[in-house]
């Protein structure tokens, strides 16, 4: 069969647009029966239903109309009897579809616009899920591409079959780029909006410094080395924690390179960033203190709870430890996920100096002692009077210039000021309104019953609803910044796992749960436990199969 230069140039149009868009051909040429079928509707009727078909082979147009088949024919332009579809096809039955072919289609100018506009309509929708589901799974590398326009401080990037931006708080500070730069960024969005897939690039992204160092380190690329975390100050500083997971390769020496060449790379591209690079470690103070090169610590104090830590250094190296703006402890504290107080040696000195007095103080004012003892029992380590009040006689009696008999008043006293702190907070317990079946619960005082009650905590309901949280306080980290947030038992040495273990206690005493639930829940958290052990064990095996 013939086939007419028509039908030819129908095919050849669809070739080139699918070429152009980079979609499917038959995408094309369903829009083009698309457009032909809307044509025909305007000719025939808009409540007409028009199906359009073209011949992928050979170019070949075929129009019919779908007539329902009814008992009566309300609309004979999209009705037919079922006698007269029996005419034409004896299986036919109520509610099937009949085509009845129609004659070739001439278009007007009119209907070749709207017949444009659909074709135009469809291939733009086809372009942008082939632009979405190409880069929806590309989020995470780096790509290349060619400045195409800057607009407000945005710079709008060529991806070869796609569009990418660039925000102007994605940009290093003090980065430029002119029309037809070649530009390398990190894919860290994609999202399908209106006007089109978005794609959102990042030059100021942490992960586009670790994916810069993993082409230029084998290592990394080959998995023998591991990026742990990354902290940056785009444009001016950076710090990045690697691990090795072979003891024969020095991952920071790796890192580095020869004479530098590795990292010198990855400070090109970043506009000479300077680059901090960390031994990782699991120990989380030994972490810290790698973390602040290059100054030098003296001693730290971790507060895990809080995962807050005190850092001690030499006076001479405190500016180098605070860094320009406090930029060196900022990024360690982002690298590390610890807040980080700094303090020097005096300071340091200062502050244990004026626990010491305190110290005194306290024990000369409740044991009504002088200060010598006071200053004695506090260089002794002894930190509170219940400490004193309920400690082996043995360990008073001991102290230089201290007997027995010295040590059994010392005793006497701190009992006697304990037990009437005691009365006082019981007094303050009873006019705050706090409940006495507080005391049933393991591990409350009457102290904490005190503060309960300043919190209008005042009864096992009132505990059984709060979260370990509420008691002992949480924080969070925003920015690279924790912020604490005090509980209502802060003031208290009381552990997460002693609160959770409180609160669980009111709810069994205030009838919310039974102690066979509460078994039932430990053993279920157990079983939980066991399983996550024995998955990890798998995978390590796994690991020790493939590796070997």
Request: with cysteine.
């Amino acid at each position: 069969m013939a086939i007419s230069a028509n039908r030819l140039e129908l095919l050849q149009i669809a070739d080139a647009v699918a070429r152009e868009k980079s979609i499917d051909r038959t995408i094309v040429i369903s829009a083009m029966e698309d457009a032909i079928q809307k044509a025909a509707r305007s000719r025939y009727g808009t409540e007409t239903e028009v199906r359009a078909e073209i011949n992928p082979k050979t170019g070949e147009i075929r129009l019919q109309r779908l007539l329902q088949v009814v008992d009566e024919v309300e609309n004979v332009s999209t009705e037919i009897a079922l006698q007269d579809a029996r005419n034409r096809n004896p299986e036919a039955a109520l509610g099937d579809f009949i085509a009845d072919p129609l004659p070739p289609l001439d278009f007007g100018r009119i209907a070749a616009q709207s017949a444009k506009q659909v074709i135009v309509q469809k291939v733009r929708e086809a372009e942008r899920d082939r632009q979405y589901d190409e880069f929806k799974d590309r989020i995470g590398e780096v790509i290349n591409g060619v400045v195409k326009r800057a607009e407000y401080g945005n710079v709008i990037i060529d991806l070869g079959r796609g569009e990418g931006i660039v925000r102007r708080d994605e940009l290093i500070p003090r980065e430029i780029f002119r029309t037809g730069d070649r530009i390398r960024a990190y894919i860290y969005d994609v999202r399908r909006e209106q006007r089109g897939p978005q794609i959102f690039l990042s030059r100021t992204h942490p992960q586009f410094m670790a994916k810069l160092f993993a082409s230029e380190v084998p290592e990394i690329y080959d998995g023998v080395i591991e990026i742990r975390t990354v902290a940056r100050d785009p444009g001016s500083r950076a710090k990045i924690a690697v691990i090795s997971k072979d003891s024969s390769i020095d991952p920071v020496g790796a890192c580095v390179g020869m004479r530098g060449s590795r990292v010198q790379a990855v400070v090109g591209e970043l506009q000479g960033e300077k680059i901090d690079i960390i031994p990782w470690n699991d120990d989380p103070a030994t972490f810290i203190v790698n973390a602040l090169q290059p100054a030098e610590v003296a001693k730290v104090v971790l507060d895990e709870d809080a995962e807050r830590i005190e850092v001690v250094v030499p006076d001479e190296q405190l500016s180098l430890a605070i860094g320009r703006r406090g930029q060196n402890v900022r990024l360690a504290s982002q690298l590390t996920g610890w807040a980080i107080d700094i303090m020097t040696e005096q300071e340091e000195s200062e502050r244990r100096q004026k626990e010491f007095l305190e110290r005194s103080q306290l024990f000369m004012e409740a044991l009504n002692v002088d200060e010598m003892v006071g200053q004695l029992l506090a260089t002794e380590g002894f930190t509170s009077v219940e400490e004193v009040a309920y400690v082996e006689p043995d360990e008073i009696s001991m102290i230089e210039g201290f007997d027995d008999e010295t040590a059994e008043e010392i005793q006497a006293r701190a009992r006697d000021y304990l037990e009437e702190l005691e009365a006082k907070l019981d007094a303050e317990r009873v006019e705050l309104g706090v409940s006495d079946d507080l005391r049933s619960i393991d591990g409350i005082t009457t102290a904490m019953m005190v503060a309960l009650g300043k919190d209008d905590i005042k009864s096992l309901e009132d505990l059984a609803g709060c979260a370990a949280d509420d008691l002992v306080g949480w924080s969070e980290r925003k920015d690279g910044e924790t912020k604490r947030f005090e509980g209502s038992l802060s003031e208290f040495d009381l552990s997460r796992a002693d609160a959770e273990a409180m609160v669980m206690a009111a709810r069994v005493a205030a009838g919310w749960i039974s102690e066979e639930d509460l078994v039932q829940d430990v053993a279920d958290e157990d079983l939980e436990d066991e399983a996550e052990d024995e998955a990890g064990e798998e995978v390590a095996s796994d690991d020790v199969i493939l590796n070997g």
